[in-house]
């Protein structure tokens, strides 16, 4: 198939798609005397695992090193397990991050009770040097 009937069926931009082979995440199309790349249906798996590993927002470098463990299928799981494990680990870090960050948000907002920029709590704690 080619490359836009490979994006249609597999929800991957081509360009998306072109990037994967050139990184080596996707195994290089075959080119046929025409010049346009050819994929096999196999493929199509391959990019949706790779676009819902994407979802989970899973790095290129584990998505490669989860692509790679999936060729012995006697291969113990641990890789796919710490992987999985510690992207729950940033995913937790960063929660708490929003957190914080919400919480300073809030409180900016409900700080100021002016109605006119030069009497603004907001904008004077943004531009304050004590890091408050």
């Not at 998505?63 to 729950?88: F, G, H, N, Y």
């Not at 708490?96 to 409180?107: G, I, M, S, V, W």
């Amino acid at each position: 198939m080619k490359i836009s009937e490979l994006a249609e069926a597999s929800q991957v931009p081509a360009k998306t798609i072109r990037y994967y082979e050139s990184i080596g995440l996707l195994s290089t199309a075959v080119r046929q005397a025409n010049g346009y790349r050819y994929y096999h249906s196999a493929d199509i798996e391959t990019l949706v695992f790779i676009r819902r590993c994407r979802e989970l927002n899973i790095s290129i470098d584990d998505i490669k090193q989860l692509v790679s463990v999936q060729r012995d299928p006697k291969a113990s799981c641990a890789t796919v397990d710490s992987i999985i494990s510690e992207q729950l680990a940033r995913v937790r870090q960063t929660q708490r991050e929003l957190a914080k960050l919400e919480h300073t948000l809030e409180a900016l907002v409900t700080s100021c009770r002016s109605e006119q920029i030069q009497d603004c709590c907001i904008l004077q704690s943004l531009r304050a040097t004590d890091g408050a």
